[in-house]
């Protein structure tokens, strides 16, 4: 079984890399006009993004380097420690709602660390992959589309956020 789901992961995206420009081909679609045109509206979205993404990023570094992060993993470390997720994950667990890249930096700190097989290797990379960048998506995307009233966005991103890190605690505990 492992062997056939490795095999369908290995040609999973070449597939669909065949496919998908064949499919729109036979349907009448320009391939390629297409593409270049989604090209430079992509182009133009990321230039729309720069302050959105630069704010984001300022207020993350400090929030790091205020010792804020130090300070909400001290408060939150007893309370967590209840679902059983260890102290040395929090970091990520903070981070991972604000940025992907500075949650991945602790993931490889852990796994570093730990190593990968060991609890806290699997738990953080289950982590880094069942939940999305809550804030980041809010300030990116939605300030790149005009959406100024966010209304409950960010409490269901914080509530979706939290939902899959207590899975992954018990996941990560019921299969390893």
């Known amino acids: 079984m492992f062997e056939f789901i490795a095999e369908m992961s290995r040609w999973a995206i070449p597939v669909i890399l065949l496919i998908v420009p064949l499919v729109a081909v036979l349907r009448g679609v320009k391939v390629y006009e ?7 509206a992509g182009f133009a979205t990321a230039v729309k993004t720069i302050p959105y993404l630069v704010a984001m990023l300022v207020a993350i570094s400090i929030f790091r380097a205020s010792g804020a992060m130090e300070v909400l993993v001290a408060a939150l470390s007893p309370l967590l420690s209840l679902i059983g997720l260890p102290a040395e994950v929090l ?86």
Do not use: N
Request: glycine share 10%.
């Open 91 to 176: 970091p990520h667990a903070i981070m991972r709602p604000l940025s992907g890249g500075a949650a991945l930096g602790i993931a490889s700190d852990i796994i570093k660390t730990y190593g990968p097989d060991s609890f806290l290797g699997r738990l953080v990379s289950t982590m880094q992959g069942s939940c999305d960048t809550t804030f980041y998506v809010l300030t990116l995307y939605f300030g790149s589309v005009g959406i100024k009233k966010y209304r409950y966005s960010v409490l269901l991103g914080l509530v979706a956020d939290l939902t899959t890190l207590v899975a992954s605690v018990c996941i990560v505990r019921t299969l390893f």
């Open 34 to 40: 297409t593409f270049v045109e989604g090209a430079e």
